[in-house]
């Protein structure tokens, strides 16, 4: 079944300590990209990357770092979490046509005390 | 700068009817593509139907159509035969596809949309 996976579905962790989501497709896209989604401010992106060793940052990428070093895979770290960092939180991709949808994952909610 | 605004905030909607959720939407994009997605209580966002700014017929898709008015910005869903798992919160959102750059999607605020049985 062509998908999105992101784990861990629900995370909590304390201020500072390192964390990684993953994120992996199988549908051989080259376009991967995570958003984090609050109440009221919607869906915002954080960071994306257009093919493989190729990132850019998002509209708010503080505090976030991703690797892009084989094509299905798309990790998001979180160096040093702090509460204003939880969140919902999706990876998504797509085939990089006019007409593609984003395809997203069941999505990490993290809650950083 | 692209711009998606839903101005219903919430909708109910008696099992088995049609319901429309309006959009509507700015940008100075020659080339756009115009989505919609379903995110149920669970949390997952589920695309649902497609509309590019030059096709020249409205999406449809099962149950899904979007009514296309591109002289007034406006893409908006209509959902026929409503069903129960219907009831989720709806998202109006666009991109730029006149290059293959960042395809980063802009959202609207969404529409809560709850089927009464």
């Known amino acids: 079944e062509a998908q999105v996976t992101q784990n861990p579905r629900y995370l909590i962790t304390v201020t500072g300590k390192k964390l990684t989501v993953t994120c992996s497709q199988n549908?051989?896209?080259?376009?991967m990209s995570w958003y984090r989604q609050d109440p009221g401010l919607g869906l915002r992106q954080i960071y994306y990357?257009?093919?493989?060793?190729?990132?850019d940052k998002g509209d708010v990428p503080e505090g976030y770092k991703v690797s892009r070093k084989e094509k299905r895979n798309f990790p998001l770290i979180l160096e040093s979490p702090s509460p204003n960092q939880t969140s919902l939180y999706f990876c998504?991709?797509?085939?990089?046509?006019?007409?593609?949808?984003?395809?997203f994952g069941n999505g990490t909610r993290l809650t950083v005390t | 700068a692209q711009k998606i605004t839903q101005t219903q905030p919430g909708m109910f909607v008696q099992e088995k009817e049609a319901v429309t959720l309006d959009c509507t939407y700015d940008t100075s994009d020659p080339s756009y593509g115009l989505f919609w997605y379903k995110q149920p209580s669970s949390g997952e966002m589920i695309f649902l139907i497609y509309?590019?700014?030059?096709?020249?017929q409205n999406a449809t898709e099962g149950r899904y159509s979007l009514n296309f008015q591109k002289a007034r910005k406006s893409a908006n869903l209509v959902i026929s035969a409503s069903q129960l798992g219907d009831s989720a919160m709806y998202f109006c959102a666009m991109r730029d596809i006149s290059n293959f750059g960042n395809e980063k999607l802009t959202f609207g605020t969404g529409t809560r949309l709850t089927i009464i049985p």
């Open positions: 549908m051989n896209h080259e376009y």
């Open positions: 998504a991709s797509s085939l990089r046509r006019a007409y593609s949808p984003l395809h």
């Open positions: 990357s257009m093919n493989v060793e190729v990132t």
């Open positions: 509309q590019g700014s030059y096709d020249q």
